[in-house]
């Protein structure tokens, strides 16, 4: 239910005049994002180049690809440079070559990068002001090894952009793969580089989690990190930079990723280990293979250093040791590779800076741009000391950025990836603790369910198969998780309605009714009684720009539809053939963004762009009035719920916050709690059945769950990374025991909230293509309705005996005996259909 806006994946980010481009998801990882370069040398993978939140980007006359010349209608100055040409274009706007002006005395004659963001982007203030936020964020970053970001321009009548150096040079990944591992001087100046740059991410608060070959620049000023926090920077397509992609960040992943377990600064000191080692040998430090080969080797075994410098391998051993407390930092890496030897002393200023400690209020000030250039290596004149320097506390990583691998999946990650290679002898060993003791069938049926877990990104088929053979051992949680996990998607009944993105959906409250809004400026409404057989009733096309949400009433006879076009309108369904249109509900001074209906009906909470929520009278829904305005919020209010006693109101807003509100008198809302952990916009906000709980679900990709038995002091009860990137919606099923999260990844998580404590994962619902906006659950809580970017509504069931169907009704997906025997030897073998 209630869906949305900001995106920009699918269109879906402001209601521009006419319908917007749909842009490559990948260069929608972040709002400052990447661009793909352009011409023939990109299409090569030779010769990119890039800069923090670009991407690959080329130049004009150096090694990077020719540019191409301005368009008729792009911008020849902007501000203190000249624009010589377009470097790429992407989803977020266009990059251009500039150059700093004559006349301006700080920037003259410099080559600069300059992004500036697409015009129906410019015109949504929330978009400007994370697109400021984001970049700000790669400011802090001291500036030696990376790439610089030199200013950003948000004028009050015109576009934003962003300026950056250009950096022109090929990725540490791409020279491996044209011209094989690094000599011992280069992989040396490589190794200090980048931990020096490590040092000074950290320094600035931050953790890079993805450090690898392809975000290193080997430049002629030196190696530069990347992508330290602004956005995903994208390889030229070499055959090289396609293996990374294919393996992933598990490729060069720490332990402490792998297990799901929190993740440090110490996690980037690993990949630093990896980086090297690869730089050195060519070969990645746990070997080829797909992503759970990958995981357990991770976990389980040392890294392959053959071939490695012996001066490095010492510090590269320590580096990737599996416990994380036990690695040196970042600064302390550096001071060991300035002891090394010849070729690895650095600019002595750079020294200092790393020598001052990590913690730098603010990046030092920079007297030319050659710091980490290989001319600026020199002998020293004798051995730094490589003592322990303070580095300060760990940086904990965001919960967005975990992995998806928690350490259910990791523990036992041993038996299926050794079953895969066919080596069943080892099975039982690998899984046996010291004791003869036969497993129980729930422990068996936990163990299959988790193999299944382990090798479902190498072989769908075969985790299939083995869930469904779990579940059949025994229905433990597990087994349930995993045969959701396998089938929920081929259960799905798809509604294709719409033509542009769907943002948001609502089932009525007796299951039969369904609506739906999105960027196509309607609402659809359908009759799902026959869930396998939905039927199309009407189409409302009143709104005048893209329709946000749509709520029905409790007693299932009136729709609430909101739009852009700054209207509510309700609706009479007594023939939901034929709604009737009974009244517009003008008031918000900006865009309607939600709504929701009193459990007894007779008030409409709607919130709005105009930072405030707002109750309204619809006792008579052919004259609604206002009857207050909730307006404690700093930033648009992005969703209302009631809750199920219909005395409380709780808002989620763009200014970090969710609040809570006793609403007993709608007259008279009285504030009762500000809710301020989550670190960026508060997106969703759900009522438990039982109205003792709140879910809060928010763009730093964590969901958070309250107890508000006292609504003037929510307890934390559970904070869990619910989304890579960002959570959209939250909902309690209706018989209390499950949470529902969609976001940016596609995918519907599910979690058991039948405890106190962290949920556990309870299988996840895949099938979409694009982000899922908004979801509701059915009454009988056995199916999930679902809203995406990619024009689809989709009503999943996820009850068992539905998903026991979905998966006889495909033989492919039944294990055989051999199978059977093969993968699971400590029960005999039953049919599972």
Request: aromatic residues 6%; contains cysteine; hydrophobic residues 40%.
């Amino acid at each position: 239910m209630r869906r949305k806006r900001e995106t920009g994946n699918a269109g879906t980010v402001a209601p521009p005049s006419a319908s917007p481009a749909r842009p490559d998801p990948a260069s929608e990882a972040n709002p400052v994002g990447p661009e793909t370069p352009s011409g023939p040398a990109a299409r090569s993978g030779r010769g990119t180049s890039s800069a923090p939140g670009f991407g690959p980007v080329g130049g004009s006359g150096l090694t990077g690809p020719s540019i191409e010349p301005l368009d008729s209608g792009d911008p020849t100055e902007l501000g203190q440079f000249t624009l010589l040409g377009r470097l790429g274009e992407g989803g977020m706007g266009t990059v251009f070559l500039g150059r700093g002006r004559p006349d301006v005395a700080e920037h003259a004659g410099r080559l600069v990068a300059v992004k500036v963001i697409r015009p129906d982007l410019a015109r949504v203030p929330e978009f400007r002001a994370r697109f400021r936020r984001e970049a700000d964020i790669a400011r802090r970053v001291a500036r030696f090894c990376t790439a610089e970001v030199l200013g950003v321009v948000d004028p009050p009548d015109g576009r934003p952009y962003l300026v950056t150096e250009y950096i022109d040079g090929l990725t540490l990944a791409q020279t491996v793969a044209a011209d094989g591992p690094l000599r011992s001087a280069d992989l040396e100046r490589v190794a200090v580089s980048v931990a020096a740059a490590l040092t000074a991410i950290h320094g600035a608060g931050l953790v890079h989690r993805d450090l690898k070959p392809s975000n290193v620049l080997l430049s002629a000023l030196g190696p530069r990190v990347i992508d330290f926090g602004i956005a995903r920077a994208l390889d030229a397509p070499t055959m090289l930079s396609q293996e990374i992609q294919r393996i992933g960040t598990p490729a060069f992943m720490a332990p402490e990723q792998a297990n799901g377990e929190p993740v440090t600064a110490a996690a980037d000191v690993f990949a630093w280990g990896g980086l090297v080692t690869y730089a050195g040998t060519g070969s990645f430090p746990f070997g080829d293979g797909p992503t759970p080969v990958q995981l357990y080797r991770v976990v389980h075994r040392e890294p392959l250093l053959d071939g490695l410098a012996p001066a490095l391998r010492p510090i590269v051993e320590e580096a990737m040791r599996k416990d994380p407390a036990t690695r040196p930092s970042a600064q302390e890496l550096f001071l060991r590779l300035v002891g090394m030897g010849p070729t690895t002393h650095p600019d002595p200023e750079v020294t200092r800076v790393i020598r001052a400690g990590v913690s730098m209020p603010a990046p030092p000030q920079r007297t030319d741009p050659d710091r980490c250039a290989p001319g600026q290596m020199s002998a020293p004149g004798g051995s730094a000391s490589s003592g322990s320097v303070g580095a300060g506390p760990p940086v904990d990583l965001s919960a967005r950025d975990r992995g998806r691998w928690n350490w259910r999946r990791v523990a036992l990650l041993a038996a299926p990836l050794l079953a895969v290679l066919l080596i069943a002898a080892l099975i039982p060993f690998a899984l046996t603790t010291g004791s003869d003791r036969r497993p129980s069938r729930e422990e068996t049926a936990a163990r299959v369910a988790l193999a299944a877990e382990a090798v479902r990104n190498s072989d769908a088929n075969l985790a299939a198969r083995l869930s469904l053979a779990a579940y059949r051992i025994s229905p433990v949680r597990e087994a349930r998780a995993a045969l959701r996990t396998s089938f929920a998607a081929a259960t799905a009944t798809v509604l294709d309605g719409h033509t542009q993105s769907a943002l948001g959906v609502d089932i009525s409250r007796d299951g039969r009714l369904l609506a739906s809004t999105g960027a196509d400026n309607l609402v659809q409404l359908w009759d799902i009684s026959a869930r396998s057989h939905p039927v199309k009733l009407a189409t409302l096309a009143r709104h005048t720009s893209w329709t946000l949400d749509a709520a029905f009433s409790p007693d299932g006879r009136l729709l609430a539809t909101v739009s852009y076009d700054r209207s509510v309108i309700l609706w009479d369904l007594g023939d939901p053939r034929h709604p009737v249109e009974l009244s517009v509900i003008l008031g918000h001074n900006g865009w309607v963004l939600d709504a929701a209906f009193s459990p007894d009906g007779k008030v409409l909470a709607t919130s709005g762009y105009d930072n405030t929520a707002r109750l309204w009278d619809v006792t008579d829904p052919r004259r609604p009035s206002q009857l207050s305005v909730l307006d404690r919020h700093t930033s648009w209010v992005n969703e209302v719920a009631f809750s199920p006693n219909g005395h409380l109101l709780a808002t989620a807003s763009a200014d970090r916050t969710a609040r809570l509100w006793d609403v007993t008198d709608p007259r008279r809302p009285r504030p009762l709690a500000a809710i301020t952990a989550h670190t960026d916009y508060v997106w969703a906000v759900a009522f438990s059945p039982d109205g003792r709980r709140l879910a809060t679900g928010a763009y730093d990709g964590t969901a958070r769950i309250w107890d508000i038995t006292n609504p003037s002091r929510p307890a934390a009860t559970a904070s869990f990374p619910a989304d890579e990137k960002w959570v959209f919606d939250v909902a309690f099923s209706p018989d209390g025991r499950t949470l529902a999260t969609a976001g940016w990844d596609t995918t519907v998580h599910l979690w058991d909230v039948t405890e106190p404590g962290r949920p556990p994962a309870i299988g996840t619902i895949t099938g979409h293509g694009d982000w899922v906006q908004a979801l509701a659950w059915t009454p009988d809580s056995h199916s999930i309705a679902t809203a995406s970017d990619d024009y689809t509504v989709r009503i999943s069931r996820i009850g068992d005996a539905d998903l026991i169907a979905a998966a006889c009704a495909d033989p492919s997906k039944q294990i055989t005996d051999a199978e059977w025997q093969r993968h699971i030897s400590d029960v005999p073998y039953q049919p599972v259909c």
